[in-house]
């Protein structure tokens, strides 16, 4: 059973355009969401998170959506340039992970390639 | 600083033999994570470590799986007998304490590709 649903799982955008990721989950226990980009060859790295008090986060071009009632959250990046090429991924986690381990559920993840 | 240190950074090995993975967390990090991305699959958690204690291996898939944590420093992940169906890069994270993941999050290593064939 799969926990967090992510999608698209590919996605192609224009330079300059806006990409939009998804992801929805199950677990009402979940607390914490962050987006992990990941390049070739390296591992994930933390991009932006967000905790489920606020609607949305917003750092520089990537913006978090957060829809608590409809257990949605979405990662839109503006103005996307050929250097966010990367795939992406949704997480969260719940205090009540594992022996309150906090781990990271993680979606299957987004391959984004943004085009010139 | 420097970062999650992981190697090798691949790793070809016929079912039947063993494969240890090794990982380096960042220096001062209590928290020390193993999780494992399948082919086309989400990554997935393996199991966590508080210093040198095994805080939680529910996600570690059956007893041919073995991890350790020498005084709290390096993590070992033992695969022994390896089969075809545990391919897949491993992953290593560690963070400074739990309440990182509001602030920080894990810092994972670049991973190990494992391939058994």
């Known amino acids: 059973q799969q926990q967090v649903k992510q999608s698209p799982q590919s996605l192609i955008v224009q330079k300059g355009g806006i990409s939009i990721i998804n992801c929805a989950y199950e677990?009402?226990?979940?607390?914490?969401f962050p987006w992990y980009q990941q390049f070739p060859g390296k591992g994930p790295a933390l991009l932006i998170a967000?905790?489920?008090?606020?609607s949305e986060k917003k750092e520089g071009r990537f913006t978090i959506s957060f829809n608590k009632s409809a257990k949605q959250f979405s990662l839109h990046i503006m103005d996307s340039q050929p250097g966010d090429s990367a795939t992406y991924f949704c997480?969260?986690?719940?205090?009540?992970?594992?022996?309150?381990?906090?781990?990271?559920?993680f979606g299957k993840g987004t391959k984004l390639s943004v085009i010139p | 600083e420097a970062g999650v240190t992981q190697f090798p950074s691949h790793s070809v090995i016929e079912k039947g033999q063993t494969v240890t993975l090794r990982c380096d967390p960042i220096?001062?990090?209590?928290?020390l994570y193993w999780y494992r991305r399948v082919m086309g699959k989400e990554i997935k958690f393996l199991l966590h470590?508080?210093?040198?204690?095994?805080?939680?291996e529910s996600g570690m898939p059956n007893n041919r799986f073995l991890a350790e944590r020498t005084g709290g420093t390096y993590s070992t992940l033992k695969v022994q007998p390896a089969e075809l169906e545990d391919s897949g890069v491993y992953f290593c994270?560690?963070?400074?304490?739990?309440?990182?993941?509001?602030?920080?999050?894990?810092?994972f290593g670049s991973g190990t590709r494992l391939t058994v064939v």
């Open positions: 994270a560690s963070s400074q304490d739990i309440g990182d993941r509001f602030y920080y999050g894990y810092t």
């Open positions: 677990n009402t226990a979940f607390d914490y």
């Open positions: 967000i905790r489920p008090d606020v």
């Open positions: 997480a969260a986690s719940s205090p009540f992970s594992g022996a309150g381990s906090y781990q990271l559920t």
């Open positions: 220096s001062g990090h209590d928290n």
């Open positions: 470590f508080v210093k040198e204690s095994k805080q939680d």
